[in-house]
């Protein structure tokens, strides 16, 4: 059984996804800490609720984002995990974290990178009039969703609502997340 992290800001939906696919065996995988910078998002939440070691943390409670990546890499080895899904953990990582598990890091990225990095993607590209929308799954590295793709899902949308095209994106992201792990875990 390979054992994972998860990292999020906010709601968790990939988390709680990567979590169930587990539970359901479909991944050969146990979800062992759940990483959030933001104490009150709902993913912390959804990590108590599943029983899941929780770090939640404040950033502003460091001095630097050396100190509290430290603090991650003790408990990612702690822990035993092998793989570290980031899952809309709006934060870029760092050298520390990075120096021990580069390469072992993967995020998901609402659009089809190379195009609409950084944060506001789906906003960007609505205001743009894209029309071919998509989903991105990659290994981190020390740019900014800037590490060597793993898998891309294109859908159509051909309209200006930001909040539809994040809907139907999720629904892809749950999906390709589990896949994409579990072809990485074989
Ligand atoms: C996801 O849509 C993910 O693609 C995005 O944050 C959302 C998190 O949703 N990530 C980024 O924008 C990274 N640059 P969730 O908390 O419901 O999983």
Not at 28 to 35: G, H, I, N, P
Not at 61 to 73: G, L, T
Not at 90 to 104: F, N
């Amino acid at each position: 059984m390979h054992k994972i992290a998860v990292f999020a800001s906010g709601t968790g939906t990939n988390f709680e996804a990567i979590v169930e696919a587990c539970n359901r065996g479909e991944l050969d995988a146990e979800v062992v800490l759940l990483v959030c910078d933001k104490p009150q998002a709902a993913a912390v939440e959804k990590a108590h609720r599943f029983g899941i070691e929780c770090f939640a943390f404040n950033p502003k409670d460091y001095a630097s984002k050396e100190e509290f990546e430290s603090q991650i890499v003790e408990l990612l080895d702690r822990a035993g995990v092998e793989l570290v899904c980031l899952a809309g953990y709006m934060r870029i990582v760092g050298s520390v974290l990075l120096g021990a598990y580069g390469g072992r890091i993967i995020n998901i990225h609402p659009s089809l990178l190379p195009a609409f990095m950084g944060a506001r993607a789906v906003e960007r590209a609505v205001e743009y009039g894209v029309k071919v929308y998509g989903i991105t799954i990659h290994w981190v590295d020390q740019t900014l969703d800037g590490g060597k793709i793993i898998a891309q899902r294109a859908f159509e949308y051909d309209g200006n609502d930001p909040e539809q095209v994040h809907r139907i994106g999720q629904q892809i992201e749950h999906k390709l997340y589990v896949e994409t792990i579990k072809k990485i875990l074989e």
